[in-house]
């Protein structure tokens, strides 16, 4: 057993390595992803029932902040109840402790289930 699909990639299942992953950021580790925003005019979304919170660090480089801004707006544009925020300055690791006031008082605003 080969290990590949017909087409020459993985079969599904089968274990990956750390080095069988590319890294670097979304514009030059992975041309694939940076080419998505030439590829369709505007994110595909749908209207959510329910709001979305959606914050981005500024620095960020696992998701372009292009791409979230892009997001929230046809979020937004479908009728969803969009909160973005951007944190200048910001990166991935430090999203999550920059971003928590906000989120805590965005889901205290939510009603229980």
């Keep these: 057993m080969s290990g590949r699909d017909s ?8 274990a990956l390595k750390n080095a069988d992953f590319v890294y670097g950021t979304p514009r030059t580790g ?8 030439a590829r369709r005019a505007a994110p595909l979304v749908a209207c959510c029932r329910e709001p979305v919170l ?10 372009p902040a292009v791409t979230s801004k892009e997001t929230a707006a046809a979020l937004a544009r479908a009728g969803t109840r969009v909160t973005y925020t951007s944190y200048e ?13 906000e989120a805590d008082v965005w889901l205290d605003a939510r009603p229980a289930r």
């Design 89 to 101: 300055g910001v990166d991935d690791p430090s999203l999550p402790v920059a971003a928590l006031d």
């Design 7 to 14: 087409r020459g990639g993985r079969k599904a299942g089968e």
């Design 54 to 63: 959606i914050v981005q660090g500024a620095a960020g480089t696992t998701v």
């Design 30 to 37: 992975a041309p694939e992803l940076a080419a998505l925003p």
